[in-house]
């Protein structure tokens, strides 16, 4: 009997059909079911972190009293959703709800605009995701009448055969081709099983991914600000030395490089975007930064105010002005020469090089401000009349391990060569006369801005931050990763509150 190429090819066709729904169907279950053994799981965090145009609905949903309805709402869809597409009953039903169900999520993190700069663990190319694709697939499962062979369509036809008369002789063959889901199912379940016991959760699974970090629900207030020059600034401002990858590590070499593996371009785009919706308005960064702040900006819209550090060539007077110019062009807001340059100059005796160099940063009409890790540079500029706009300058304490004997710091050491000797300098101590900066912060006629309050994380956030307020700092510079942001904004907060109810602050607020 010659075989009928049409009805070959149409049960071909129904195979595939039948092979895809399943496989969408198996993504959904899956994902519902992790969700149940996974402890303490919500959608919360996965909500409040939404960044696209309807990120209000989602934010409302996650600050919801009703979240966990929500979450067992979506664990249940996702379930019976899956369960159905799998085995092939009511099927148009479960493609329409679970098209509506992938939009959901898609409009979540949509791959376009500020979504793209928000790390959820899926891939994507611009606009297109998994979910557009698995919706799409879906929208035509709910549209065409034969969705392959499963339960249903099996029974539909038991029950029209039974009517009418006795089941055909091809029966049989039928109902292995629809029936053959149960079995398929039940192996993949006994495999995820057995993997899971084996290995654990699927971590890797988009619904199981949790972070160890608070999220923007858990903020307690709103940080305070404070002026520079014609700038209000938030009163911790983000630290740029972890994205530019410079760890002050002391002995340990690899921190550098473990830092810019971690900060990729991506992931200083996310912990930016999320900086600011905690209410971090400004970031100072090293000049090779720049290009960097100057793409998030251009392609967010971002208001956060940079800024710059720039040096100057202590030995090449005509490349002065250079680094200025170059900063300008990158569309910085405000500008301030580098510590380590100041010390240098400092200590080269050219004093008079900082003084013009801050003329000329005004004359351009930015704020110009002075950085220093040795106290004895900005007492020899202040000495000298040079006076700028703020100060930023190393302002923590030296009660932590690592750092060497008080009798044993030399100025300008952290500009020089490290020793093997754990009682000298080795990267290891930023402020090395805590009670001298305080003494001339607490004089200062201008706002300063504290930097290594942490000692490069030799000093608990709450004592640090503590610390340089205490003794003068209208502002801190902290470096954070993305996962720290809540955590230290909260610290600050409460660090703020404290001094106030303790009356323990040297200075007035500038």
Sequence with gaps: ??????????????????????????????????????????????????????????????????????????????????????????????????????????????????????????????????????ALALALFACRADTGFGIGPWLMRRFKAQASSPAPPSSRREAIKHLASIPALGLMSWGAYANNRRYGIDVMSGATIQLNRQDLSELKGTLAKGKIGKHELSRLILGGNLIGGWSHGRDLLYTDQLFKAYNTERKVYETLSLAEAAGINAINIGFPSNDLLRKYKKATGSRIKVITQIAADVKDESTLFDNLYSAIDYGVDVIQIQGNWVDWMTRDHHIDRIGRLLDKIREEGFTAGLGAHTIDSLIACAEAGIIPDYYMKTMHHDRYWSAHPRENRVPFEQDGPTSLDHNKYHNNLFCPYPDRTAEFVAKSPVPVMGFKVLAAGAIHPKDGIYWAFQHGADFVCVGMFDFQIVEDVNICIDVLAKLEADGARTRAWS
């Excluded at 966990?68 to 092939?88: H, K, R, S």
């Design 1 to 134: 009997m010659k075989t009928n190429p049409l009805s070959l090819l149409k049960n071909w066709e129904s195979i595939i059909v039948s092979v895809l729904r399943m496989a969408i169907g198996w993504h959904f279950l899956y994902e519902g079911a992790v969700k149940v053994f996974f402890e303490n799981w919500s959608s919360q965090s996965y909500l409040a972190n939404t960044t696209g145009a309807f990120s209000p609905f989602y934010h409302w949903l996650a600050a919801s009293p009703a979240i966990g309805v929500i979450d067992w709402m979506n664990i249940t869809g996702l379930i019976l959703i899956g369960l159905a597409l799998f085995l092939g009953c009511f099927t148009r039903m479960a493609s329409i709800a679970g098209a509506l169900l992938l939009l959901l999520y898609y409009f979540a993190y949509p791959p376009f605009g500020l979504s793209l700069l928000t790390s959820t663990g899926e891939g994507h190319l611009y606009v297109v995701n998994y979910q557009i694709f698995e």
